[in-house]
């Protein structure tokens, strides 16, 4: 029998296509599962921020390989931002890290992204701050959003799902919408 159920390898030939399709499953759903938390997070900021929001995208396996780039919130920014939008802007990029750690207690989908983005947005509108200083701003702008986004945990969570089964754009911020309405309404 292990003649059979073996290859040249000593691999399992019935297990070991069952095992790396079982992996590739997983990963995809754990994935898709993380991404849209870090989504979320990207999108709840904007929305509580006021920040123009104009769609999003949670990719599938072949955008990740071709595109190199699993989701994406996309947002309208103003060319010249003054201090207060300038920070609300770097909390919004940095969002996507705090929901990673809001869900599972670290960052591993999109942190360098975020980090590298909102690293140029600072370097662009405000050029003579050191990297110390930028790293400093971004630092206080992830606590932020990791804070609001605590404060907020069900509506992202509630949000992630939408965004996971793939809601439109306008169902996503009806979500988010409606939770706070809810929010509001348990308010003395």
Same mark, same amino acid.
């Given at each position: 029998a292990?003649?059979i159920l073996?290859?040249?390898t000593?691999h399992s030939?019935?297990v070991?296509?069952l095992y790396?399709?079982?992996v590739?499953?997983h990963?995809k ?11 979320a997070?990207?999108?709840?900021l ?5 920040l123009?929001?104009?769609?999003y ?13 699993a ?10 931002l003054s201090?207060? =939008? %300038?920070?609300k802007?770097t909390s919004m990029g940095?969002?996507?890290? @705090? !929901?990673e750690?809001?869900?599972q207690?670290?960052s591993e ?5 975020d980090v590298?983005?909102?690293d ?7 050029p ?12 206080v702008?992830?606590y932020?959003?990791?804070h =609001? %986004? ?10 992630? @799902? !939408?965004?996971k089964?793939g809601?439109?754009f ?10 706070f309405?809810?929010?509001?309404a348990k308010r003395?």
């Amino acid at each position: 029998a292990d003649a059979i159920l073996c290859n040249t390898t000593g691999h399992s030939i019935v297990v070991e296509p069952l095992y790396r399709i079982g992996v590739a499953l997983h990963w995809k759903l754990t994935r898709r599962e993380k991404t849209s938390m870090h989504e979320a997070g990207h999108f709840l900021l904007a929305y509580t921020h006021g920040l123009p929001l104009f769609g999003y995208r949670i990719s599938s396996i072949i955008d990740i390989f071709l595109l190199g780039q699993a989701g994406q919130v996309v947002v309208g920014q103003d060319t010249v931002l003054s201090d207060t =939008l %300038l920070f609300k802007w770097t909390s919004m990029g940095m969002a996507g890290v @705090a !929901a990673e750690c809001v869900y599972q207690g670290f960052s591993e989908c999109g942190c360098a992204d975020d980090v590298r983005q909102a690293d140029e947005l600072l370097r662009k509108h405000k050029p003579k701050w050191s990297a110390e200083r930028r790293a400093a701003y971004q630092n206080v702008a992830l606590y932020y959003a990791h804070h =609001l %986004l605590r404060q907020h945990e069900p509506i992202l969570r509630e949000l992630a @799902a !939408a965004m996971k089964r793939g809601k439109s754009f306008a169902r996503c911020c009806a979500v988010v919408a409606d939770a706070f309405d809810a929010v509001a309404a348990k308010r003395p």
